[in-house]
């Protein structure tokens, strides 16, 4: 990730000095001062109006300095034109000194605004008739600071090293003032190592001196060293020392602007959730006081968390404010970062007309500001916008242009990537040799700047280039290089410009990878490669449960995030660690296929795992004594397919002014596209199991097949109107194929259960709920204090903000709970109303019950799936709003002994990314807590047909039958009955 406003931003959160009285003139205590404006007519002799103005200053030096100590915007504004005013008073009144710390003063409340010209000129005329050498040492200093963050770096160096040896022999405060200028300036020369030995020096000078705040100021630069350079544990150490020290003055702006350094090292490292609630938390304070520099830094960084969840108005807004709070301050290269910033949003929301003028402006303020990287990346971005039209010429024009800027600048990155687009723009022309000859340079360069993710993309797209040359070996090859990086070296989410680009970067990785593979299978049938491609397709199931579990844990209340993040003690997050319980991160823990065959049962079991990819898909079939391998179509063409035969699945609804024949032939039409679309997907992707007998497939589906029930597809080959899979075969679904030996080690392991089940219904979600005491004058008040996670969700499925209550599930725990208590009539726990609260299922955690059953609105986000959930009471008894959404992570964290665990209202949206890991995120978070099967739901189904088949479900598991036996005669059952045979009542997903 490019990210040009952060030093700007980072050097100022380093330039604040508070606005309190260190010189010589004594605030004095309490009341409201009022400041003159004007320099007042004074009668009497020379020596009386010479005491008068003296007074006069006095007054209103201790009136700014009352008015600088409450940090309000409005306060500052009006304390700087105090400093000001004094400072003209005292002019008159011949008290240069006194002028001097007034013009002093006035210039640190600038640098707290932002203002650093202005910061300037006043430390300047400070400086000019200031006579007292600790005055002229910190005047000396500050000018240098301000150097060092708006340049050039040659006055920096000259105004650091002049205060240097102005201060050598004064006060520890100034000898300490003197270093951290020094120190500062030397860190935007690049010189990290002598930066943090003159800032250790000034911060422990700031120690002995009783200087909190410039020892708060110390410590900050020292934690950004480390945070961004160094040892990022004792950058956080030193981070949260710094906000304990600016606490300890309550200092709220130096404070904000620790966070701000926060946000942004939580950006580098992928922490999105905890990056927002840093900038959250900073943003109020710089809007505050007027720091339209500050603020823009922070409202960029929001504008790409925004991004990063996918709220690409709100990110686009975000960039728009932050281009303009620059634009008032002149910061071309913030201004820069936020032209950008947008200039994404609109690719993203296919807005291609607003680019090409607002990546102009980017240039004109480029080569205004006299940055020649600057240009290349305008120029650079002038190509994306044409590329993503798909106008390949004029695209190809400015990327060249960009690399003859960026080659004349020596800005190795922005050549770098502006090679890998070319050589993508070639490839995609057919000018393979030339393509191959700009990705080798873009290689040599990233080897040079060390960006791993860049070379794993590189050699993707070599491996792309050299599959069109048909030269898979090459290909392979080329290949295998970014599969390496990508299990070897850990590139993350942090290492991309998105998270987006980075989930979709590594499943293309795969997939291709998997392509050449069984490419080669064609061609070699017996050299192995069709056991390859079945292991690469494994790995990329489970660097996906890594991902998940990593990406999960960022979804926690704030000040959690934020408590977390200051948290060195722990090495890594818990979730990451327990991933073993399942299975484990690395690729050499998976199972290969002879393992997978020693894992199965019996013969009368087979397993059957999918992989999807853009050019062709392919299925593994695997007994006991066989594997065979087969063809399927594209990735797009079988998700085209899956979405049509789902919505074909649901009720048809009547629609408004419709006639009753009308509606009948609709449904009719709805009707036979379910079976031709059934009779499709199950030839392609059924009808390679025809030639088993196997009474059980487990299935391992990919991409939009977790979507697919296919226990109601139609079983293939069968004469006459086919029957539904689950009528033929009991159906188990897997998330790999390596999950099997995990939840083997798990079931071996865990504690057995001491009661039966716990039963969740019927939660409380909103205010105007009868059961909410006072309901009535709750009903107008809106979710203003749900849980963040819970309304990204909501709106991720496109849903209303209000929560319907489930009062059907009491019904169902009811009817649950009188079938098992007939043998255990003390061992289930029913939790109803507000009993069926997040706390109780994070702080039991649950491990003593058998049996989990949650009848309650489950949310699977299909885009981002980390933020999937159980949404529990939002509500108390006494009408508090708290936090009821059991996150995923909520979920990993859990410790299981279940058997089972139902999840009978989860839902998730139709037309939106069916190829991401939504649908199988709940379900594997409890198979990865411990719970050895998993029944969920894969849409809201009508309450009584739900009802009828949990009923069923549980006799049948208390009279012994395993879950997915038990779900398999319940649907049967079902079927069989013409009030419910239809799929939409029954299918459920084991």
Known sequence: MKWKVIPALLASALSFAPVSLQGQVEASPGGEIRVESSIPGVSGNRASKRNALQSRAQAAYEGAVHLGQNQTGSDLHAALKAFQHSAQLFKFAHQNENAAQAHFRAGEIYSTLGRYGLARYSFQTSL???????????????????????????????????????????????QAEALEARGEVLDFAGEKLKSDAHVIQARDLFAAAHDINGQARAVSVLAYHALFSGDQTQGLKAANQALQLWSSTANRHGIARMRSILGTFAIERGDFETAQCNYRAASPVFREIGNKDDEGGVLNGLGFVSREMGDWQNSLRYYETARANFASVQDLSGEIEAIRGMGRALIATKNFSSLSPLYESELEIARHAGDPIGVAQALEDMGTAYEAQEKYAEAGSFYRRSLDVSDHANDIYTKGDVLIRLGYLQAELNKFAQAIASLESANNLAKQTGRL????????????????????????????????????????????????????SVHQYYALYVHILMLLHQQEPAAGFAEKAFDASERSKVRSLLDLVTTSSQDAPCDELLAQQLNTEKDQDDAVKRVNLVTTASAGSTLTMAEVQEQLESDDTVLAEYALGDEKSYLWTIGRQSVTSHELPPAQQIKRLVEAYRRSLLPTAWKAGESAGEYQARARVIENQLQVSGQQLSRWLLGPLTGTQARRILIVPDGSLQYLPFAALPFPGAAGRAKPL?????????????????????????????????????????????????????????????????????????????????????????????????????????????????????????????????????????????RSGLILSLIDKHGRKGDGYLRLNDVYNLRLSADLVVLSACESALGQDLSSEGIIGLPRAFLHAGAKSVIASLWKVNDQATAKLMADLYARIERGETPSSALRSAQLDMVNDDQWKKPYYWVLRA
């Open 726 to 866: 689950v009528s033929a075969r009991e159906i188990v679904t897997l998330p790999s194929a390596s999950v099997l030996a995990g939840l083997r080690r798990a079931a071996a392991n865990k504690r057995s259960p001491t009661a039966t089940a716990a039963i969740f219904a019927d939660p409380v979600f909103e205010p105007d709920d009868p059961r909410v005491a006072g309901s009535q004058a709750r009903a107008a008040k809106k979710d203003e204090s749900r849980p963040a996670a819970l309304t990204r969700a909501i709106r991720d499925l496109g849903k209303g903000s209000y929560i319907p209550r489930l009062p059907a599930s009491r019904d169902e725990a009811n009817a649950i709970a009188t079938v098992l208590r007939a043998r255990d009539p003390k061992g289930v726990h029913v939790a109803l109303d507000f009993d069926a609260n997040r706390n109780f299922v994070v702080a039991e955690g649950l491990t003593q019950f058998r049996l989990l059953h949650f009848a309650t609105h489950g949310l699977v986000d299909t885009r981002y799936p980390e």
């Open 128 to 174: 000019k008739i200031a006579q007292d050498p600790e005055l002229r040492c910190r005047a000396l200093s500050r000018i240098a600071r301000t150097y060092a963050i708006t340049g050039p770096f040659s006055l920096g160096d000259r105004y650091s090293n002049e205060a240097m040896g102005v201060c050598y022999h004064l006060s520890e405060g100034g």
């Open 453 to 504: 993710e860049k070379i794993a993309k590189i050699h993707y797209e070599l491996a792309s280039v050299y599959l069109k040359m048909s030269r898979p070996q090459d290909a392979l090859a080329a290949i295998e290089k970014t599969i390496e990086i990508i299990d070897k070296q850990r590139v993350s989410i942090s290492h991309f410009d998105s998270r987006a680009s980075y989930f979709a």
